[in-house]
């Protein structure tokens, strides 16, 4: 089965940095789209950045300029670099991805179940 796992978050002083990685695992073709949401209590979840397979990537505006996205197309990896981080960057980040598996070459949007940033002023 396909299975995206985030890792890398944790509790972080404001202006303090943090890397976050999905790792997809599982019988896979190939990865096309991937990106990292984050969701705050009681708040919509919302997009913070996506690459595609071209390496085309978008970023947020609240975010732009601090956050850096990329990925390892060899170990079906995504990264998330943050630096600057605000108080206001604090929420569970969860990690996409469209991902075609062996089993039936389409794709289809995988999630994984989130890892928690915590920014402390």
């Known amino acids: 089965q396909v299975q995206l796992v985030e890792s890398g978050g944790g509790l972080v002083q404001a202006g303090g940095s943090l890397r976050l990685s999905c790792a997809a695992s599982?019988?896979?073709?190939?990865?096309?789209?991937m990106g990292w949401y984050r969701q705050a209590p009681g708040k919509q979840r919302d997009m913070v950045a996506y690459?595609?397979?071209?390496?085309?990537?978008n970023v947020a505006e609240s975010v732009r300029g601090r956050f850096t996205i990329s990925r390892d197309n060899g170990e079906n990896t995504m990264y998330l670099q943050m630096s600057s981080l605000k108080p206001e960057d604090t929420a569970v980040y969860y990690c996409?991805?469209?991902?075609?598996?062996?089993?039936?070459?389409?794709?289809?949007?995988?999630w994984g179940q989130g890892t928690q940033v915590t920014v402390s002023s």
């Open positions: 690459i595609a397979g071209d390496g085309n990537t």
């Open positions: 996409a991805a469209e991902v075609a598996p062996d089993s039936d070459g389409r794709f289809h949007e995988y």
């Open positions: 599982g019988s896979i073709i190939s990865i096309n789209y």
